[in-house]
């Protein structure tokens, strides 16, 4: 929609990876091999995307745009644990609206209040150690998980701005012109009423600190607050900005009079909300370039009830005048009260994407061209956390496809010696001899 104006950012999160988990045995005397004493391996850090009251643009994810956590430490022999790995915070203003895809559905979280937190990309678990594989039968297993590894998701940001300036005025004073010379916007410029149908907004830089949206709006007449000409539906579009620039055409060029104009925006502004005609003004006696302008200035200055300083004769089409104007703006908008920001709240929920709950233990087999893949949320984390070239880690994913039930439904559906089958980024390949190696 032409009268939404966003700021977007698509950033890249990972989480930490899961320490590995330790594969030692304790030292003894006279004992070549003790019992099992490796650690298990540390989280991986998570990554939070944070609502900070301090930000109010996305500008600063074209500088960065690639976010991980630190990873879990690996265990240690004397059943030492890795240290977690450091979660990472990733700060947008409050208002953005984040998305992200996973596994074909996209997910979207509002992180509209100061302090709201997203549990963006979850790190992983850390591998086991093999202290935990012991069994009266294996006293010395060689068994020691990976860690997991972190999620990893591309993700989109989009912030809805809020126009600080509206410019308001009669049609054809020159508001979309003054709108092109001050911002990057390319509104439509032409010599007849009416040429703006939906409002515009462009981001405008005063020296090296101020940045404000402004909102070009259609033109208004008498009569805008009742629902005469395009201006009515547009007046809602002003409400919410911060100081108004007034585009008067000092020349008259459409056969009225300046002052008149003045008046009637005026009223127009009061008749449809009170509290519009009281925002602060600053007057842009626009055209200056042409002769009647310049004749009618000196008028102008004298019976509008405009302060001096907030009166600025321009010509938006040659830029004279504009740079003042727009430090005036700039100005008046920094007097104001900055609304007073709600501090962020650190007791709210953290939130989550909302994935869809699933029992770990569910699996499906699928064909994928020649080969066989195996999804489940519990087979596919084991199979990414574990050592391959751990023989009895390999007897281990074995065992649990069997008791999952899933070796029975592969050779159902028709598995065959020698065929492969997938399961995350691993390839397996099945022989009956020895099932999986
Ligand atoms: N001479 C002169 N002409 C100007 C100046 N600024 C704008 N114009 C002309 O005034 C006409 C109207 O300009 P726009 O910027 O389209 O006016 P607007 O206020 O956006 O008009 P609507 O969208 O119809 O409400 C165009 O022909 C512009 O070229 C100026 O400083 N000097
Ligand atoms: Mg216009």
Do not use: C
Request: proline residues 6%; charged residues 25%.
């Amino acid at each position: 929609m032409a009268n939404d104006f966003f700021d977007r950012a698509t950033i890249s999160v990972r989480a930490g990876k899961g320490g590995n988990g330790a594969a030692t045995f304790r030292r003894e005397k006279f004992i070549p091999r003790g019992g099992p004493n490796g650690g298990d391996g540390g989280r991986g850090g998570h990554v939070y995307l944070v609502a900070d009251p301090e930000l109010n643009t996305l500008l600063h994810f074209s500088f960065e745009r690639k976010f991980a956590a630190e990873a879990g430490g690996h265990g240690h022999k004397n059943k030492m644990y890795g240290a977690y790995g450091a979660d990472l915070e990733v700060r947008v203003p409050p208002g953005t609206v984040v998305r992200t895809t996973i596994d074909g559905v996209t997910y979207e979280v509002d992180l509209a209040l100061p302090g709201q937190r997203l549990l963006a990309a979850r790190g992983g678990k850390g591998g086991l150690g093999n202290v935990h594989f012991t069994t009266s039968t294996r006293q010395a297993p060689r068994i020691a998980e990976y860690g997991e590894p972190g999620q990893d998701l591309m993700i989109e940001l989009e912030l809805k701005l809020i126009a600080d300036v509206g410019l308001v005025g009669f049609p054809n004073a020159g508001k979309s012109t003054l709108l092109s010379v001050i911002s990057a916007a390319q509104p439509k410029i032409a010599n007849y009423p009416f040429t703006t149908l939906q409002p515009n907004l462009g981001m405008a830089t005063v020296g090296d600190y101020d940045r404000f949206v402004v909102a070009d709006i259609p033109g208004l007449i008498e009569g805008a607050h009742a629902g005469v000409g395009l201006g009515h539906d547009f007046l809602r579009h002003i409400e919410r900005t911060r100081v108004i620039i007034h585009v008067v055409d000092a020349a008259g060029v459409d056969g009225r009079d300046p002052l008149d104009d003045f008046h009637q925006i005026n009223a127009e502004l009061r008749q449809y909300r009170p509290e519009l005609a009281d925002r602060p003004q600053v007057v842009a006696l626009n055209k200056l370039d042409l002769p009647e302008a310049q004749e009618n200035l000196e008028r102008l200055r004298r019976d509008l009830p405009v302060e001096r300083a907030d009166l600025i004769p321009i010509a938006a089409a040659t830029r004279e005048g504009v740079d003042l104007l727009m430090r005036r703006v700039a100005e008046r908008l920094r007097e104001l009260p900055t609304a007073a920001r709600p501090p962020a709240d650190d007791t709210l929920p953290v939130l989550e994407w909302g994935l869809p709950e699933v029992d770990p233990n569910d699996f499906a087999i699928e064909r994928e061209g020649e080969h066989w893949r195996v999804r489940g949320v519990k087979i596919e984390r084991l199979v990414a956390m574990t050592n391959f070239d751990q023989p009895e880690s390999v007897d281990r994913v074995q065992r649990v496809l069997d008791a999952a039930g899933i070796s029975d439904a592969l050779l159902k559906a028709g598995l065959q010696e020698g065929d492969t089958v997938l399961v995350g980024a691993q390839e397996m390949l099945w022989s009956d001899a020895e099932r999986f190696t």
